[in-house]
């Protein structure tokens, strides 16, 4: 049995692919993969936990509360994998990952800071030394964002990432990891795969039973209980399902499981 060792953590196998350029996340933005790249949606790694792999050596380093926490967002949904068919071999899978989090990125005042310390950190968390080579602020069509190029988890790999502000407290961030041999091929494919990201911070309506409407920009199920932010908001709000209209205002894709490092408020906007 086959397993593809991935960025930070990611190991699977045998997923059906899906094939076409134009792919729908159903962490709400539309992308443009090439045909020759493998998409496992975060419902596919949820459902299949069992198939990951944190024993290898290459992992031995790392922080044991980083892969606790890798290993939660696995679990909840809000991890997704694009897999290179065509430049990966035996010894690694290049790759991009995707998570959906709550975080801000850094303002203009707090980047040179945060770029200080980001060597340290990665290196604390990865268990080995490692370089920073960019860190800096870019616009992705209109949408904050802050770019990052570090060294990656394993020796002979180098990781670039785009951490692209959905909304005041949503964060997508798109890393991809490939071998430095493949370093410019896959930079290329990456930064035009980026560029095609679409409809990444639309609100959308949540309806409750008693009338009332709130524009949200996320939602969480946890229990019995919905989680929303609303839009241009930095809090979370909990609500009992019952008290919400759920077929009127959520698609499948849009109700994912709640973060492990969020606080809610209780529901004063009642």
């Known amino acids: 049995m086959r ?9 699977f196998i045998f997923i059906m692919p899906v094939y076409g350029e134009e792919y729908r996340s159903s962490f709400g933005f539309t992308v443009d993969i090439p ?20 024993d290898k050596k290459e992992f031995g380093n790392v922080d044991k509360s980083h892969l606790k926490n890798v290993i939660s967002q696995i679990k909840s949904g809000r991890v997704e994998v694009y897999l290179n068919q065509k430049t990966s071999d035996s010894n690694f899978t290049d790759n991009i ?6 975080g801000k990125i850094p ?52 990781a670039i990432q785009y951490q692209i502000q959905k909304s005041p407290s949503v964060q997508i961030q ?12 896959i930079r290329k494919e990456f930064d035009k795969i980026i560029s095609s990201i679409r409809s990444v911070a639309r609100p959308f309506t949540v309806y409750f039973k008693t009338g009332r409407k709130l524009e949200c920009d996320h939602a969480w199920r946890n229990e019995n209980n919905i989680l929303l932010v609303v839009h241009g908001k930095e809090f979370v709000l909990r609500y009992d399902k019952s008290e919400i209209d759920l077929k009127k205002s959520f698609s499948s894709s849009r ?3 709640p973060p492990s490092d969020i606080t809610t408020t209780t529901n004063q906007m009642k």
């Open 35 to 54: 045909g020759h790249w493998l998409v496992l949606t975060s419902q596919e790694l949820k459902e299949n936990p069992d198939l990951f792999d944190f």
């Open 107 to 158: 303002e203009n005042t707090q980047l040179r800071e945060a770029c200080d310390l980001l060597p340290e950190q990665l290196s604390s968390h990865f268990g080995r030394r490692i370089e920073c080579y960019q860190c800096k602020l870019k616009k992705i069509n209109g949408l904050k964002s802050l770019f990052l190029e570090f060294d990656g988890i394993i020796e002979g790999t180098r």
């Open 97 to 102: 990952n995707v998570v959906k989090q709550i």
């Open 174 to 185: 798109f890393t991809a990891t490939c071998k430095n041999s493949v370093l410019n091929t």
């Open 3 to 11: 397993r593809y060792t991935l960025v930070v953590l990611l190991i």
């Open 255 to 257: 109700l994912l499981e």
